[in-house]
């Protein structure tokens, strides 16, 4: 039997491409060109499946060619890239890669948060700078992490590892905000207490946004929400850039109305606004809260197995519209 055509978006893991070979005819960007959305419409014709990063817009216009699409694998737990509901209509499966990059990610926002309220960037840059002459009482004085109040606003898995951490590891009062509550259960083994949105902003001294992108969550910190923080509060971002204005955060940072932000995720990233960059209160990463070795594999291989599971079992590990699977 001919093996279905796959397409795999970007350059990935050569023995994730060793085992999709197995079962698919696989064409690899293995070059890693960054294409045009006229350019994946036309490379996602005549396939059955895709295997995407995060960064690939799948909508009407991206699917038109591609009458034989079954399913399109993302390797993020992030989907903000697929217009889920074009793709449902079109009777195409969207998979994503949820709890394999949990701890890692939340390690990595726990990183962002110290680095931040610790100076970590600026005085680096200080000393590479060989300005370190002598010492000061003051010098690049920051904020306590431990007994601060973390706030959390978007309180899934990730949300909930960066509350553990915090409550258990540095015996932090933790407060969150989210659409909904959690359980009990969870609420008493992440120490969180729920609150309303004002409350967070208001209390918080270390406030992590890590709640999903959507037209709902764009901007969800601007200008207003900022206004109502401390001037001694941080904030961090490791979900996605659009959740934050970068230009109010800019500003907010600038005039010293928060103290300062630790920041993985853009609006219009790569290109990081300039504003941004002017600023000494920031420590800013290019979108690396998942990038461990084994994390990164791990979510390829989620990825891989539900391109296997579903195109060849009929099976995929874990849809995001399984209501196309009927
Ligand atoms: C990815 C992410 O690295 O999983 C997500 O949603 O943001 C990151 O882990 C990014 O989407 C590129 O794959």
Redesign the pocket.
């Known amino acids: 039997m001919d093996k279905p055509p796959i397409l795999v978006a970007r350059a990935i893991f050569p023995e994730i491409i060793d085992q999709l070979q197995q079962h698919f005819e696989v064409e690899h960007n293995q070059a890693d060109e960054l294409w045009s959305k006229q350019q994946l419409a036309a490379k996602l014709a005549g396939k059955a499946g895709a295997f995407t990063?995060?960064?690939e817009r799948i909508d009407a216009e991206t699917m038109a060619n591609a009458p034989g699409l079954k399913i399109v694998a993302n390797?993020?737990?992030?989907y903000n890239n697929f217009d889920l509901p074009a793709m449902t209509q079109r009777r195409v499966l969207g998979t994503n890669?949820p709890d394999v990059?949990t701890e890692t990610?939340a390690d990595f926002g726990f990183a962002l948060l110290m680095a931040t309220a610790r100076r970590l960037t600026e005085s680096e840059h200080f000393l590479r700078a060989g300005r370190w002459t002598r010492w000061s009482y003051d010098m690049f004085s920051g904020r306590d992490v431990h007994g601060a109040t973390l706030g959390i606003l978007g309180m899934g898995r990730i949300g909930q590892g960066i509350a553990r951490r915090g409550a258990h590891g540095f015996g932090m009062k933790v407060i969150y905000h989210n659409r909904s509550r959690l359980a009990p259960q969870l609420e008493a083994e992440c120490k969180a207490r729920y609150v309303g949105k004002e409350e967070l902003l208001k209390t918080a001294d270390h406030l992590v946004l890590v709640l999903p992108y959507s037209a709902e969550s764009h901007h969800v910190i601007g200008a207003a929400e900022l206004a109502l923080m401390k001037p001694t509060a941080t904030l961090v971002n490791v979900a996605?850039g659009g959740i934050v204005d970068d230009v109010a955060l800019a500003a907010a940072l600038r005039e010293g109305r928060i103290a300062g932000a630790g920041l993985d995720?853009f609006e219009g990233e790569p290109q990081v606004h300039p504003d941004l960059l002017k600023v000494p209160n920031v420590v800013l990463s290019p979108?690396i809260?998942?990038?461990t070795v084994p994390t990164r594999m791990a979510?390829a291989q989620l990825a891989a197995d539900n391109l296997i599971g579903f195109l060849v079992h009929g099976k995929p590990l874990t849809p995001l519209n399984p209501e196309v699977l009927n």
Do not use: I, K
């Open positions: 990063t995060g960064g390797m993020a737990v992030g890669t990059l990610t996605r995720v979108h809260a998942s990038a979510m």
